[in-house]
Nanobody, 124 residues
Framework: QVQLVESGGGLVQAGDSLRLSCAAS????????MGWFRQAPGKERECVAA????????YYADSVKGRFTISRDNAKNTVYLQMNSLKPEDTAVFYC?????????????????WGQGTQITVSS
């Protein structure tokens, strides 16, 4: 079992930056692909970024490309999401997830473990 705990959320103004952290416990995540998802009220959960187990392959949703950066530190069993130039439309609950698949994926159904989520609210 892998337990994931997100931190770093909060209330910010448009244009601000935040860094989310996802700390894993129970098992090393060095062999897991990792993803950051978000879910806004009334909307489906969507993948905003994903990273392969080695960190060598990444994915970004078009809506965050150039503003968000996903990274991982396998020695610390932690994944990060650096978010710059935040917009009101980024407001959502952000979730960290782990997949045992060998390739990164954006499909929520293919992720095995999920964190509890952290709220990001961006005011205009």
């Amino acid at each position: 079992q892998v337990q994931l705990v997100e931190s770093g959320g909060g209330l910010v103004q448009a244009g601000d930056s935040l860094r989310l952290s996802c700390a894993a416990s129970g098992r090393t995540i060095s062999s897991y692909g990792m993803g950051w998802f978000r879910q806004a009220p009334g909307k489906e959960r969507e993948c905003v970024a994903a990273i392969s187990w080695s960190g060598g392959v990444t994915y970004y949703a078009d809506s965050v490309k150039g503003r968000f950066t996903i990274s991982r530190d396998n020695a610390k069993n932690t994944v990060y999401l650096q978010m710059n130039s935040l917009k009101p439309e980024d407001t959502a609950v952000f979730y960290c997830a782990a997949t045992s698949r060998s390739t990164i994926t954006t499909m929520t159904s293919l992720y095995d473990y999920w964190g509890q989520g952290t709220q990001i609210t961006v005011s205009s």
